[in-house]
């Protein structure tokens, strides 16, 4: 049966053909630059979907992260990260994608509808044609894990396209933080293989540099951004015993 008319069982979203263009899945707005800048330059026409580029209901509210980038408010602080992500990946020959749910800094609950966002992700994939996807392997933060865990969902139920996981930037460089997050995939017998996929890592820090606000909270680039960035395949399940 051909790929483009495999359907996913639980949402009756057709699977995209693989002749379509690689999708990096981002949690936020610069995830997928500082982890996947070099795959994504190597890759012109890619697309970055970006989960949390939503406002929340009270615009006005700040919060530490935001202080510490300059910003007075939620709304001001989305409002130039958008600007920064555009700048970003017209530099890595990508454009981008939202899908509007809320960063965990503005909501009181941290923890999210995985099903749902595996859901929109799906939708997603579907209207962009995507050829390959590329997720968060899902190390430290909440809202990471929460991508990666509802990215797997969206295997699951999609699985006909090549998938693979990135080491999230700045997390990897975390001691342990790579190994501790394949032994829990391992654990949900999921099965990975180190990836070799084409980078370009030339113009990297030029579009790393376009997130402004965020080095300025970082105090410089992030961790483990300068470094050959890390893939891995999603392989398979292992059979239940």
């Known amino acids: 049966m051909p790929a ?3 359907r996913s069982s639980s949402t009756g979203v057709e699977t995209p053909p693989h002749s379509g263009p690689l999708v990096v899945v981002s949690p936020h707005l610069d995830d997928a630059v500082f982890s996947c800048a070099g795959l994504l330059r190597a890759h012109p026409g890619s697309v970055v979907v970006t989960v949390f580029t939503g406002l929340p209901d009270a615009a006005g509210m700040s919060t530490d992260w935001d202080r510490r980038c300059g910003f007075a408010s939620a ?10 992500e555009s700048r970003a990946l017209a530099l890595v020959g990508s454009r981008g994608r939202g899908l509007g749910f809320v960063d965990s800094q503005y909501r009181e609950r941290r923890h999210g509808h995985v099903a749902r966002l595996a859901e929109s992700l799906l939708h997603a994939l579907a209207s962009l044609s995507a050829g390959r996807v590329a997720l968060p392997l899902g190390l430290f933060h909440g809202d990471h894990v929460q991508v990666s865990d509802a990215g797997l ?3 699951c139920a999609c699985p006909g396209l090549p998938w693979f996981f990135y080491e999230d930037v700045p997390y990897r460089s975390r001691t342990g ?9 391992r654990g949900r017998g999921v099965l990975v293989t180190p990836a070799h996929l084409e980078t370009d890592l030339a113009g990297k820090p030029e579009a790393v540099s376009a997130y402004a606000s965020q080095l300025r909270g970082l105090g410089g680039p992030p961790a483990g951004s300068g470094q ?3 893939y891995w395949r999603v392989a398979g399940r292992e059979p239940a015993r």
């Open 4 to 6: 483009a008319s495999l």
């Open 177 to 185: 933080a790579v190994q501790e997050r394949l032994a829990q995939l």
């Open 75 to 84: 709304a001001q602080a989305m409002e130039a990260r958008l600007a920064e």
């Open 228 to 230: 050959a960035e890390g």
């Open 153 to 155: 969902q969206a295997w």
